[in-house]
């Protein structure tokens, strides 16, 4: 006797119209577990320098654009705020305090999108109100970009 009942699809299957995560996406979370693992092997006293040599190679490591806005952006972070420590976040460079990220730069190239961005975690101290923006789309680094960026950092690194 054959059936000719199909099974329901499985939630997230195709028939239902869910694609999953992009490549892109499944990068940045083999990115992040990578991350956790380089972190546990190292000691407490090196993590700071090595965190820094991370950030400083993602960043040698993109193209043209991004590479010059991460480098600028890298440089304004840590003058403005030079408690943060430098560290990766799903491959991206981000800067932490107390471990946890705080603010971080998101290529362009990375997410195929159209502008890098800088964004900013739950542990920036950017609350206003009910209502205020996490991330910002960076096309370029003028002097009053630059200006709205350190006072960005120094609040959000309070």
């Known amino acids: 006797m054959t059936s000719t009942h199909k099974p329901a699809p499985k939630s997230g ?3 239902q119209g869910f694609e999953g995560f992009s490549a892109e996406e499944r990068e940045a979370m083999k990115d992040h577990a990578r991350e ?3 972190a546990a092997r190292r000691s407490p006293r090196s993590a700071k320098a090595d965190g820094e040599s991370d950030v400083r190679a993602k960043i ?3 193209e043209d654009a991004d ?3 991460a ?3 890298h ?3 840590r003058a403005t705020a030079p ?3 430098p560290k990766l976040w799903y491959g991206m460079p981000a800067y932490a305090r107390d471990g946890k990220v705080v603010c971080f730069f998101q290529s362009a190239q990375k997410f195929k999108t159209r502008y890098a961005t800088l964004g900013f975690s739950d542990q920036a101290h950017l609350d206003d109100g009910t209502l205020w923006p996490t991330s910002y789309a960076l096309t370029a680094l003028t002097a009053d970009t630059e200006a709205r960026i350190v006072a960005l950092v120094e609040r959000a690194a309070g």
């Open 13 to 15: 299957t195709p028939a």
């Open 71 to 73: 480098e600028r952006l």
């Open 60 to 62: 040698a490591g993109m």
């Open 67 to 69: 590479r010059v806005l």
């Open 75 to 77: 440089e304004i972070i």
């Open 36 to 38: 956790l693992k380089t």
């Open 83 to 85: 408690h943060l420590t």
